[in-house]
């Protein structure tokens, strides 16, 4: 279910023009991912008791998406928020199959990869339908 929720929000940026989006799980170099990039994680997941129909399970879950702009050191911060606003965050608020709420927003130098980071993390709920196979 990780996996689905990190592809979703890939595939919205993707759809919406943003390039360079890979998911926290990828095995790239940062070299090679270009001077500014987009990565999408999940840094906490929470289920609750599924709801049964006849045909159907409905899952309902609350998580924590966390996104993280990367940009080369010498981009000014203000350039890279700019970016951020106009647009990841439209596209993020933007789902429709999943509600959206923002929990933090921070930007600051990683000096492991040289590079400096805009984090965001957000709070998301749905509800994941899942088939039930007949006996």
Same mark, same amino acid.
């Given at each position: 279910?990780?996996? @689905?929720?990190?592809?979703? +929000?890939?595939?919205?940026?993707?759809?919406?023009?943003?390039?360079?989006?890979?998911?926290?799980?990828?095995?790239?170099? !940062?070299?090679?991912?270009? =001077?500014?990039?987009?990565?999408?994680? !999940?840094?906490?997941?929470? @289920?609750?008791?599924? !709801?049964?129909?006849?045909?159907?399970?409905?899952?309902?879950?609350?998580?924590?998406?966390?996104?993280?702009? @990367?940009? +080369?050191?010498? $981009?000014?911060? @203000?350039?890279?928020?700019?970016?951020?606003?106009?647009?990841?965050?439209?596209?993020? $608020?933007?789902?429709?199959?999943?509600?959206?709420?923002?929990?933090?927003?921070?930007?600051?130098?990683?000096?492991?990869?040289?590079?400096?980071?805009?984090?965001?993390? $957000?709070?998301?709920?749905?509800?994941? /339908?899942?088939? /039930? =196979?007949?006996?």
């Amino acid at each position: 279910m990780l996996k @689905t929720i990190i592809d979703n +929000v890939i595939s919205k940026l993707e759809q919406a023009g943003v390039e360079n989006v890979y998911s926290a799980f990828d095995a790239y170099a !940062v070299e090679k991912k270009g =001077s500014l990039f987009t990565i999408v994680g !999940v840094g906490a997941f929470e @289920t609750s008791a599924p !709801v049964y129909s006849l045909n159907c399970a409905y899952l309902p879950f609350k998580s924590e998406v966390e996104v993280n702009v @990367t940009a +080369v050191k010498t $981009m000014p911060m @203000t350039d890279l928020f700019d970016y951020y606003a106009a647009n990841i965050e439209p596209v993020l $608020m933007g789902m429709t199959d999943l509600e959206c709420s923002l929990k933090k927003i921070a930007i600051k130098f990683d000096s492991n990869i040289q590079r400096l980071v805009l984090t965001v993390k $957000m709070g998301v709920c749905g509800i994941t /339908r899942i088939e /039930r =196979s007949s006996p």
